[in-house]
């Protein structure tokens, strides 16, 4: 597609919505990724045509060889990003540019090709616009799921010459089943997310395979979720499955991983420093080790740990545990500067804060 046609899009609404009744009953009791909207926004892809065939269309399974390459090597890849119906009554984006720049970010790594941001940006609208009903009121919002595969029938192995870009939209209420509790994490001390060099920078979905079996030790564990160390030396804190995690020192300073080609670059992430900073925070990003984590719990030089993410927003780390053993955090609860954080983060998504930095993204017309 030529960088100045704007891709159109077919609209063709489902015959067949879930009943209002259903959905409302649905509403009742949100988990995360259960219940899915009506519609669904695809875009297709070829060497010869580029991009083309936008639709909005019904929510339906889509047709796959037994050959389509995705289903061999594994070229995918994904963003989730939430519409919020704020308090004034608007329907809202959060940073939406963002999730477009670091799609494309992950298809380059990829070898998958870039999707023009306002493509993207155009896909999640529409979709957001027609199931806008699916927006739950009050604490729950619409996760949206941007994802895109290789579909050409071919089992050589190089870059798919054919590939399909969807959204998917799933009203969802807290990611963590004990809702605002502090999370339990389990330390991974044999497995690694990522080496430098590798993809742990970009959001496809091998990495999450690739952490699978780590999470499930977490769970036997009795943990939420896995951290992981680094590859080279199992030492340096990186991340968890699928948050980024910061750290509340006793002089009032914060302290997050730094970003370095294995940790995936987070929207929350960059958020809460932002926000942080502008609370007069000193915030760092810095390696940190797991035997500085200990000893700095154990201490008292460290008084809180957070987890963060689209779809988990801030989650106090309570306990940790590993193969030794396990340790807490400050008094085992979420402290006072996490939740100050969390607040001004959903203060802003929810339409409540005060949005300086110009981060919402209302859509119009809704
Ligand atoms: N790290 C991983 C591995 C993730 O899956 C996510 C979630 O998307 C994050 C960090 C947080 O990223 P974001 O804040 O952009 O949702
Ligand atoms: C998100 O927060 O959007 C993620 O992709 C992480 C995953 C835990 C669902």
Redesign the pocket.
């Known amino acids: 597609m030529p960088a100045s046609t704007a891709l159109t899009f077919d609209v063709k609404p489902n015959q067949k919505p879930l009943a209002e009744s259903d959905r409302l009953k649905a509403f009742e009791n949100l988990g995360f990724g259960t219940l899915f909207s009506d519609h669904m926004a695809v875009i297709r892809w070829t060497s010869e045509k580029g991009w083309h065939s936008g639709e909005i269309t019904a929510r339906a399974p889509f047709p796959i060889d037994p050959a389509s390459s995705v289903l061999h090597y594994a070229q995918e890849i994904f963003e989730?990003m939430k519409a919020y119906r704020a308090a004034d009554g608007r329907v809202v984006l959060f940073r939406p540019e963002e999730n477009a720049r670091r799609f494309n970010e992950s298809a380059r790594r990829m070898a998958m090709p870039e999707l023009p941001e306002q493509a993207f940006l155009d896909a999640v609208e529409k979709l957001v616009r027609i199931d806008a009903k699916w927006i739950p009121e009050g604490e729950g919002s619409l996760y949206l799921r941007p994802f895109m595969f290789a579909s050409e029938t071919f089992l050589g192995v190089r870059p798919s010459k054919e590939y399909i870009f969807c959204v998917i939209a799933s009203p969802v209420g807290p990611?963590f089943k004990g809702g605002a509790k502090p999370v339990k994490i389990w330390v991974s001390e044999n497995f690694t997310r990522a080496a430098l060099g590798g993809t742990g920078a970009a959001k496809c979905g091998g990495n999450y395979a690739a952490s699978l079996v780590a999470q499930a030790e977490a769970v036997e564990h009795g943990c939420d979720q896995v951290v992981f160390l680094d590859a080279a030396e199992h030492r340096w804190v990186e991340e968890l499955g699928?948050m980024n995690v910061f750290f509340v020192m006793d002089d009032g300073s914060v302290l997050t991983p730094p970003l370095g080609g294995t940790i995936l670059p987070g929207i929350t992430r960059k958020s809460l420093i932002q926000l942080a900073r502008d609370e007069g925070i000193v915030v760092e990003e810095k390696q940190y080790s797991f035997e500085e984590w200990r000893a700095d719990a154990a201490s008292g030089r460290l008084r809180e740990a957070f987890a963060c993410?689209?779809?988990?927003v801030v989650a106090g780390i309570g306990t940790v545990k590993f193969k030794g053993g396990e340790f807490q955090i400050g008094t085992g609860e979420t402290g006072p500067v996490t939740t100050k954080l969390r607040q001004a983060l959903v203060g802003i998504q929810r339409g409540q804060g005060n949005d300086q930095h110009g981060w919402l993204h209302p859509i119009e017309g809704i």
């Open positions: 989730g990611y699928g993410g689209t779809a988990a």
